[in-house]
């Protein structure tokens, strides 16, 4: 899927950086209720593609599910669910699950850690210089320092989102991850259909 053939050798290179609950959110949100089903390599692609650049490497950052101790059965059934689908996304090439925790407070779920993962990833650009365009799927503003951090190294960053522009959903997002990007682009649903 990333090996670079015939045409598509002449595009410019470009690392891919997706927020996996920020994506799945969104996807359950098209799907009205349900998760869209799609492929996220395809739709790494497709979204490089979009911008006329070649997808070489995805970073998909993710939490397994929490577990109590002793994990209920349905937590061990979504745990083992959770284990086929990373494995199978860790077998295509040039694809980078990076794993955080899931954390239980006050009865909600949390990720953690996986935004100091997306950080240290993103420093590694501003450091090694290999690329000179990133696309990042995200909406949370802590990103914002880092951002600016690699436009400033000379990589251009082009942000993916979704805004229903409903003030107060869980869609509303500020304006101020735009100041930290070259380009923004509003994820449509016909990107994650398109992706099958």
Known sequence: M??????????????????????????????KGV?????????????????????????????????SEPPKPEETLRKSKYDKFVSKLRMIPNFYVREGRCQKVDGGY?????????????????????????????????????????????????LYYYNDYVRGSKFSMSNHIQTACNRYVLLEEEMFTGSV
């Open 35 to 67: 998760y869209i089903p799609f492929r996220i390599n395809k739709l790494a692609f497709s979204l490089a593609k979009a911008q006329g650049l070649w997808c070489t490497n995805v970073y998909y950052y993710i939490a397994p599910p929490f577990q």
């Open 110 to 158: 949390h990720q953690k850690g996986v935004d100091t993962l997306i950080t240290m990833d993103l420093m590694d650009v501003v450091a090694q210089r290999k690329i000179n365009k990133i696309i990042i799927v995200t909406c949370d503003t802590d990103f914002v320092p880092i951002l600016k951090k690699v436009m400033e190294s000379g990589v251009e960053v082009i």
């Open 2 to 31: 990333f090996l670079s053939y015939g045409v598509d050798y002449l595009l410019k290179e470009t690392y891919i950086y997706i927020d996996a609950g920020y994506l799945s959110i969104i996807s359950k949100h098209f799907g």
